[in-house]
Nanobody, 120 residues
Framework: QVQLVESGGGLVQPGGSLRLSCAAS????????MGWYRQAPGKQRELVAT???????NYADSVKSRFTISRDNAKNTVYLQMNSLKTEDPAVYYC??????????????WGKGTLVNVSS
């Protein structure tokens, strides 16, 4: 079984920062792309940022220059440093990973999400 577990969400004031973490565990053979998505109430889930196993990154326009995605391949962990948080950033943030587990083909796995709130 493979699990993705997010942590680091919480309440922060506008302009503040949070760092999200997502650790993948279980029978993992290889992890390819990892990423963060978010879903605000009443809205569809949207891409925030992705990172390849080689470190190439991609960001939604709305978070460029404010958010930074990184990963530690040795720890099977992906991070999202969120700076200059705005009132439009609150959502449940989900971790995603494309990986091969022992005995299975490449597929996408999701975490259960961590809530980020931005309020004064």
């Amino acid at each position: 079984q493979v699990q993705l577990v997010e942590s680091g969400g919480g309440l922060v004031q506008p302009g503040g920062s949070l760092r999200l973490s997502c650790a993948a565990s279980g029978s993992i053979f290889r992890i390819y792309d990892m990423g963060w998505y978010r879903q605000a109430p009443g809205k569809q889930r949207e891409l925030v940022a992705t990172i390849t196993s080689g470190g190439s990154t991609n960001y939604a326009d709305s978070v460029k220059s404010r958010f930074t995605i990184s990963r530690d391949n040795a720890k099977n962990t992906v991070y999202l440093q969120m700076n200059s948080l705005k009132t439009e950033d609150p959502a449940v943030y989900y971790c995603n990973a494309g990986l091969v587990s022992y005995g299975t083909d490449l597929r996408a796995y999701w975490g259960k999400g961590t809530l980020v709130n931005v309020s004064s």
